[in-house]
C-alpha cells in the first residue's frame, strides 16, 4: 500500500493559483523532498495532505484511504516549520501533551516519551522549562512532539530552518533513524544540499505545478546530460571577459563544459591565449542547485 | 526629525481602530454613561416603587395613598397576589416586607391604626408614625419617598391639617367667635377641593414642597429589612460582587486571548493537526477559564469574608451556585472576544472597551438602582448585570436557592449562546 498519493491537487486562494495539478507518491520507507521557491505551493499542499486545506479538485490518499480531517490522521504526523511548543512547560511536560493530543493514553505515552529523550538527547534536561533551551534543542523537540505517536506517514516543514550545523546535523540523524524504523517521510527544505546528499528522491514544484521528479543524479541527467561545471583559478581575471565564462570571484570563473574531452582543452587555449595563468581547475557535476535553477528559472531562496 | 516623530506616530494612530476607539470613543461613552447616571437628564425623575400598606382605614389615610398614587414619581403597589391565577388582594405589613426583601420594592410604607386619629401636626401629643420598611442597598430611595409623604401630607389633606390646627387652638387659645367658626367652615370645603386636584408635576413644584419646613408633619421612623441585625452583613457583599465580576471579565478575556497567542506561536496550528479538534479545544479552554473564574470570584469573597466580615459561610450554596453560572459565563464570553479578534493588541483594546461599558452599564461599577429606569433595562442585556442581581439576591437579600432561577436560566442561555457563536467564530481557523 503506499503510504502517501497525490493526485491532481488543485487549489485557489483569491487571485492565487496556489497547486495547479501536483502528482506525486511518497513510498514506502521513502524520504522524500519537496522542493520549490517561495510561494510555490510547498506548504499549501503540506496543509493539504495534513487534511487542513480544502482542495478544490483532486485527490489524496494515505495509506489508500482518503486523507481528510477524520481520517488516518493516527498514521500521520506533522511537524510544522515554527517551533510550535509551550515554553514554559518543560520538554517531558510538551511531550506528554502532544503525545496526548495525538492519541495516546497517559500509559501508552511513557514508553514513547522516554524513547523521545533519549533520541533527542534531552533526557538530561527533560524536566527544564524548554524556554531556556538552545534553538536547536527546541528544533529537536519540535520534531519529536509530532512522531511521538509512531506515525507510518511524517511530513516535515523546513525542520532544519535557522539551526547551527551541528544541530542540523543531529537533526539529520534522527531523521534517519525514524526512517530506518519504517516511517515515510516527506521533507519541505531550502537547503538544497541537505536534499541532495540525505533524501532518496526528489519532487521539484513552481507556480503550484510539479516541474520535476526523480533521484538527483536522474534530475541532473535529465538536466544537464553530461554537461559539467569547470572551475578554473587564475592568476588574474581575462580582458575582455572570454564567451562561456564567468567570473564568480576575484581570480574565480566558471563555466559548463558539455563534453569534458573537448571542451575543456578549449577553454584551457583561449585562457592561455588571453594571457591568463591557470592555477588550479576542478570539474563538477552539476549541484541540484544548477537543476533547479535550470527548471524554475530562478534560485530556490526567490 | 520631530516632525516625523510626530508624522509616524499619528499614520500609527490613523491605522489603529482600535486605538482611536481607546483614544475618542470610549471616554465618551463613559461619559454619557455617568452623564444619564447622575445628570438627571431631561429632569425626568427616575421611577421609585413603594408598597402601601394601609392598616389605618381613616380618611386622612385613604388621602395619603390616594396622594402617593398621583406622584408622577413614584409606583404605588397597594395590593398583591400569590400567583397569576389568583386575585389581588390588599398588602399587609408581611407581604410588604417581603416585596422589600426580595428587591421588587425599594421601599414600603407602612400607615399604622390611629394615624387619622392623631392627625397631622408637627409637634405635640403622642403621634403614630408611619413605618418605612426599606432596603438599604438604595440609600436614595427612601428618602425619596419620605419627602413625598410629607408633601403629599401637605396638598392631599390641607382641610384636615386645618381643622386639627384649629382644634389645637382653641384647645390652649380659646374657642373661636361665631364669625370666625363660619369663616372657617366655609373655607375647609375649598380647602379640600383643592386638595382633589392633579398633584404638581416634580418639575414644575416637587421639588420645594419637600423642603424643611414639612419634614416633620407625619413622624416616621425607617426600619431596613435587610439588616435586621441577626447577620452581620454590609455593603461589602455589593462591592465584592461588582468588583469580582468586573475583574473576572478581564482575566477572562486575558486568559482567552491565550488562543491568540497559540495562533501566533504556531501551536494553535499544529492542535489543529492533531487529533484534538477544535470543539475539544474549545470545550478545554472554557472549562479553563471557568474554573480560573470560579476560583478568582471565590479568591474574592474569602477575602471579603475574612477581612470585610462578609458572610461567605452562611450563604455557602447559593455562593458556589452564582459563581459557577457566573464564571461559565464569563468564560464563554472571554473565549467570544478571543476568537472575534484577529491579534492580541486588537483584544486587549477591544475588551477594555467592552468590559469597562458592560461593568458600567451593567452595574459592577454604581448599583443599577442608581440608574435611570431606561438604562437598568439596558443593564439587563449585559450578562454581568444578571450574574451582579444573582449575586444580590443570596447575599443581600437572602432568597431561597430557587429564587434564583430567572438569573442563573438568563446565565445558562447567554453561556451557551457566547459558546456558540465563539464556535462559529473559531471556523476561521480550521479549514482554509
Known sequence: MIPLAVSDVHKRFDQVQALAGVSFELHQGEFLALLGPNGAGKTTLVRAVAGRVRLDSGHIELLGRSADRTNGREALGVVPQEVALYPLLTARENLAAFARFNGLSTAEARQPIAWALEWTGLAARADEPIKRFSGGMRRRLNIACGVLHAPRVVLLDEPTVGVDPQSREHIYEMLTELRSSGASLLLTTHQLEEAEGRCDRV???????????????????????????????????????????????????????????LDLPELLRRLRQAGCQVNGLEVKRPSLAGVFLRLTGKELRE | MIGTVLRVSFTNLRRDRVAQLLSFILPIVFFSILAVIFGNQSNRTPHVGVAVVDEDGSELSRRLVAGLKGETSLRVRTTTRADKNTPEIPLDRDGARSLVRAGDVPVALIIPKGLGESGLRFVGGERAKVTMLADSSDPIAPQMVAGLLQKVAMTAAPDLMMGNGISMFEKYAGALTPGQRRAVDSWLPRLKEQSAQPAPSPAAGGKDSTSGAVAGLIATEVVDVLR????????????????????????????????????????????????LGMARLLLGKWLYLL????????????????????????????????????????????????????????????????????????????????????????????????????????????????????QLAMLLVLTLVFLAVTRLLARRWEHV
Open chain 1, 203 to 261: 519532487v521539484i514544484i513552481d507556480h503550484g505545478r510539479k516541474v520535476a521528479e526523480g533521484t538527483v543524479a536522474e534530475l541532473v541527467a535529465d538536466s544537464f546530460g553530461s554537461e559539467r561545471t569547470a572551475v578554473f583559478t587564475l592568476d588574474h581575471i581575462p580582458e575582455p571577459p572570454i564567451p562561456g565564462l564567468e567570473q564568480i570571484g576575484n581570480t574565480v570563473v566558471t563555466g559548463g563544459v558539455r563534453d569534458v574531452e
Open chain 2, 228 to 275: 435586621d441585625g441577626r447577620e452581620k452583613k454590609t455593603i461589602v457583599a455589593f462591592y465584592a460582587a461588582g468588583i469580582g465580576v468586573m475583574f473576572l471579565l478581564f482575566t477572562c478575556s486575558g486568559a482567552g486571548g491565550a488562543l491568540i497567542e497559540e495562533q501566533e506561536s504556531g501551536t494553535l496550528e499544529r492542535l489543529l493537526l492533531s487529533r
Open chain 2, 291 to 406: 474554573l480560573l473564574g470560579a476560583l478568582q470570584l471565590t479568591v474574592m469573597f474569602v477575602w471579603g469574608a475574612v477581612v470585610f466580615g462578609l458572610d461567605l459561610l452562611g450563604h455557602l450554596p447559593g455562593f458556589v451556585i452564582v459563581t459557577v453560572f457566573t464564571a461559565a459565563a464569563a468564560a464563554g464570553f472571554g473565549l467570544l472576544l478571543a476568537t472575534a479578534c484577529r491579534t492580541r493588541a486588537q483584544l486587549g483594546g477591544i475588551s477594555t472597551i467592552v468590559i469597562l461599558v458592560m461593568s458600567a452599564i451593567g452595574g459592577s461599577m454604581f448599583p443599577r438602582f442608581l440608574m435611570p429606569e431606561s438604562l437598568q433595562k439596558v443593564g439587563l442585556l449585559t450578562f454581568n448585570g444578571w450574574a451582579l442581581d444573582a449575586y444580590l439576591k443570596v447575599f443581600w437579600r437572602e432568597q431561597p436557592l430557587p429564587a434564583l432561577a430567572p
